[in-house]
């Protein structure tokens, strides 16, 4: 039982720390709260199954186009909803964070009904590499299995990018100090689109990779987007390391109290661990105290 909980929650818990991950690098790098970014998640994810079932493409290989599209489509939605925002707020301490909450809940249901007009409120899955793989003594299902290789990998590029590459440290000084930035001659506003697409093709991988497994409906945004939430904040916000673990650990939670208890309380635990975490370490279990 005990390592049936550990690998199941390790796979799910993948899924969530690469979906974490962009929202941190979007609010992080750009300073958007992004309330429409489970929105995003869904519509990758219905994008693989019309991929799959209409033309017949691999969901592996839909992921290799769904990952540059969804970083086409951060960079055109900052630079045409989200740059006004941005220099609507300059000089005013909060006032992006604000508009932009407001701008993307908006966009939540402006996507929301384009999902509900295109594929339906119905419920939606795929049956795609769904044998049992022996891992431990523990059956998984290998689209999982696959699920949790991909957002393994991207996310760890992602950490050795930004700790290792020039590019990544341009990004660290924008999410640090981007008021000094300019002064060393970085281009904030490109770089702040940069981070966005980045988030934005995070979250397409992520749902991509979600719709090899889970049943979801258009109706489904607003958990993605709260997931994501908690694990940010329970990481630190900003924290991509943070980000990681986090999501790794809220995957194990839910499937322990699955498993042990009863599937209908996963959420209710969730929410219960954020509220701790946002009353006792508002910074964030792996942030540090300001």
């Known amino acids: 039982m005990a390592m049936t909980t550990l690998v199941l929650g390790l796979v799910l818990g993948g899924t969530y720390a690469l979906l974490a991950l962009g929202l941190t690098l979007q609010y992080g790098i750009a300073r958007i709260m992004n309330l429409a970014y489970g929105e995003v998640t869904l519509l990758a994810a219905f994008v693989l199954v019309f991929l799959?079932?209409?033309?017949?493409?691999?969901?592996?290989?839909?992921?290799?186009?769904?990952?540059?599209?969804g970083y086409l489509m951060g960079s055109l939605l900052y630079s045409v909803m989200m740059r006004p925002l941005v220099k609507r707020a300059e000089g005013k301490p909060g006032k992006l964070e604000v508009d932009s909450i407001l701008a993307t809940f908006g966009l939540l249901f402006v996507l929301q009904g384009v999902m509900l007009v295109l594929f339906g409120a119905n419920f939606t899955s795929i049956s795609y590499l769904d044998q049992g793989v022996d891992v431990f003594g523990v059956s998984v299902a290998l689209n999982r299995l696959i699920a949790f290789a991909i957002c393994l990998v991207a996310g760890l590029s992602l950490v050795m990018l930004l700790a290792r590459s020039r590019w990544g440290l341009i990004l660290r000084a924008v999410a640090l100090t981007p008021g000094s930035a300019p002064l060393v001659g970085i281009d904030v506003n490109k770089v702040s689109r940069q981070g966005f697409a980045l988030g934005t093709a995070l979250a397409s991988i992520g749902g991509a990779s979600v719709a090899m497994y889970q049943t979801f409906s258009a109706n489904d945004g607003v958990v993605f987007t709260m997931k994501a939430l908690i694990i940010v904040i329970m990481g630190g916000v900003g924290n991509v390391a943070g980000a990681l673990a986090a999501g790794f650990a809220l995957g194990l939670v839910e499937t322990f109290v699955a498993t042990m208890f009863d599937p209908g309380l996963t959420l209710a635990a969730t929410f219960a661990i954020f509220l701790i975490v946002l009353i006792w370490r508002p910074q964030g279990l792996f942030g540090r105290r300001s």
């Open 52 to 69: 799959f079932q209409s033309a017949g493409l691999s969901p592996l290989a839909s992921i290799l186009l769904i990952g540059p599209a």
